[in-house]
């Protein structure tokens, strides 16, 4: 079975400060691997995605996000945050390519 | 480009009622998956339609059904609902790789749908 978990439904960060939401993931073959956004009263924006490329993937915005098989984690950081970046991130995994499993989705309130 | 489009954007049923959700999908895209987001959860796989067929299908019930249209554009029925199917219920387009590899879903604004 997949499973996303997304640590700390809250996180706070002040305006100019490290980015760090934790994803940890299970699956029972090598994943796909997502970063959305979602703004209040919008869909989902895709940030970033891994698939079995470079470990490191960069996205939109400033984000990146590590992939390390060993520890089954996918976490999305980013340098310094900007007021515009407050919003829900959810990570998404897909074993097959098709069909994505989301995380219950991680709020970041940027403090200015 | 045209991007992902549902309608409607509100919608107000009560239970027992039965409720079809519109999706266009993006240009030049051939699939596109359904998900229910409850308020303060991640968005929940429903099934997926991949050249008007059912490809994929999550966790819910029968009373959920779609179809997929030669234009690629998309229906979510509901019957008998609940008021638990009291969610956004979001649309997600994508092309479909014949050789495996996850394309990039491009999610519509969604359908917030309550049932009273």
């Known amino acids: 079975a997949q499973s996303v978990t997304q640590l700390g439904s809250h996180v706070s960060v002040s305006e100019g400060a490290l980015v760090l939401l934790r994803c940890n993931y299970s699956s029972s073959v090598p994943p796909y691997l997502f970063w959305y956004v979602q703004y209040p009263n919008q869909g989902l924006q895709l940030l970033l995605k891994y698939t079995s490329a470079a470990t490191l993937v960069k996205g939109i915005n400033g984000f990146e996000a590590e992939f390390k098989k060993s520890e089954t984690s996918f976490h999305l950081t980013k340098p310094s945050a900007h007021m515009s970046d407050a919003a829900e991130y959810f990570c998404a995994v897909s074993p097959t390519g098709n069909q994505f499993y989301f995380g219950t989705g991680t709020s970041l309130t940027v403090i200015p | 480009e045209t991007g992902v489009t549902q309608s409607p954007t509100h919608l107000i049923k009560t239970r027992g009622q039965q409720v079809t959700l519109r999706c266009s999908s993006q240009?030049?895209?051939?699939?596109v998956s359904w998900y229910q987001q409850a308020l303060g959860q991640g968005p929940q796989f429903i099934f997926q339609?991949?050249?008007?067929?059912?490809?994929g299908r999550g966790n819910f019930p029968p009373r959920f059904s779609g179809l997929q249209f030669p234009n690629y554009s998309s229906e979510l029925n509901v019957n008998a609902l609940e008021l638990d199917d009291s969610a956004l219920y979001l649309c997600?387009?994508?092309?479909?790789?014949?050789?495996?590899?996850?394309?990039?879903?491009?999610f519509g604004p969604g359908t917030r749908l309550t049932v009273l």
């Open positions: 339609y991949y050249r008007e067929e059912e490809n």
């Open positions: 997600a387009s994508s092309t479909l790789l014949g050789t495996g590899g996850a394309d990039t879903q491009y």
């Open positions: 240009s030049g895209h051939n699939t």
